[in-house]
């Protein structure tokens, strides 16, 4: 169990995100900066696999993955060339329960879109469930119009 959990602390320690400023108008400002596509969309299919993989935090050990495929349905877009209604995949990997961003079928999410794809949702952009984002919602869309989108 110890050893688990200090595997875990290593894993989270190299996931932990630099940000330029707590303030949650300049994240999502830089976020919004770096992404290819702001989207709000729901998670209409959620597919859960787990498998043991090679760790990064102890060479010659596995530690357990999740990774887990999602089908989202776009219904809003501040950022990119993607239309309402369209589909987008996205495809986590999680090491020891931390590095990655779970979702929940059904449920509608605000999502940064980095790469290509299929998209890796990280803890390092201000994705988030729309019901936590009354605020990024009304930032985003401040955004869009100053972009002329």
């Known amino acids: 169990m ?3 959990l200090a595997a875990c602390a290593n894993t989270a320690a190299a996931c932990s995100c630099m940000l330029r400023s707590d303030k949650l108008e300049d994240q999502i400002q830089d976020s919004y900066g770096l992404a290819i596509a ?16 090679p760790s990064k935090a102890f060479p010659g050990r596995t530690e357990r993955r999740n990774e887990e495929q999602v089908t989202w349905r776009i219904s ?3 950022k ?10 996205t495809v986590t990997s999680t090491a020891c329960c931390v590095c990655g961003f779970s979702v929940r079928k059904g449920e509608v999410y605000i999502l940064y879109l980095n790469g290509s794809a299929p998209f890796s949702l990280g803890i390092c952009s201000p994705n988030k469930p729309l019901r936590e984002a009354h605020s990024d919602v009304e930032i ?4 869009a119009a100053n972009n002329g989108t």
Do not use: H
Request: proline share 0%.
């Open 140 to 143: 985003l869309s401040r955004l």
């Open 80 to 89: 990119g060339a993607y239309q309402a209604s369209s589909t987008v995949e």
């Open 76 to 78: 809003r877009i501040w």
């Open 38 to 53: 702001v989207i709000q969309a729901e998670a209409i299919e959620v597919k859960t696999s787990i498998y043991d993989a």
């Open 2 to 4: 110890a050893l688990a």
